[in-house]
């Protein structure tokens, strides 16, 4: 497992999209191990995916920095099982999700971070959209990079 130090102002630039900056004060670290993951103050905050940036679901319960799509409880079983998410799922669509953003996948009754995943489609076209698959679950609660220790 390689440790890299990095300075705060390199790590603004990557999650400037975000609407986030990291203080001087923070200690920032890139962990590189079967995955790319960027510590602040020694917790998971960010990992690589695809050479994009994305926020860890131990980052998003406590920063709400992504879109949320809503599922309804029948599908949180699947969803933290690695599932993708399917649109007789969803409850609730956050306006202005474009296609290939990443989005927070949030449980009906506690609005808690179930998953990231990116959108396969843009929000309007998910709410007319009656069947099919409309979100690519990424990361979600219980994989290896929620149960990973640093």
């Not at 300075?7 to 079967?34: A, G, P, W």
């Not at 879109?67 to 699947?78: C, L, P, Q, R």
């Not at 799922?89 to 202005?96: D, L, P, R, T, Y």
Request: glycine share 4%.
């Amino acid at each position: 497992m390689k440790r890299i130090r990095l300075r705060s102002k390199d790590i603004n630039k990557e999650v400037e999209k975000y609407t986030i900056e990291i203080s001087k004060k923070d200690q920032v670290e890139l962990l590189e191990d079967k995955y790319k993951i960027i510590l602040i103050n020694k917790k998971p905050a960010f990992f690589y995916y695809d050479e994009k940036v994305v926020p860890t679901l131990k980052y998003l319960q406590e920063n709400n920095i992504l879109k949320k799509i809503m599922v309804d409880m029948g599908a949180v079983k699947f969803v933290v099982n690695g599932a993708d998410i399917m649109r007789p799922g969803i409850v609730e669509i956050e306006e202005g999700i474009a296609k290939d953003e990443f989005v927070a996948v949030v449980d009906k009754n506690n609005k808690k971070p179930l998953a990231v995943g990116i959108a396969l489609f843009n929000s309007e076209e998910i709410q007319k959209m009656a069947s099919g698959k409309v979100i690519k679950n990424i990361h979600y609660v219980g994989d290896e990079l929620w149960r990973m220790e640093v």
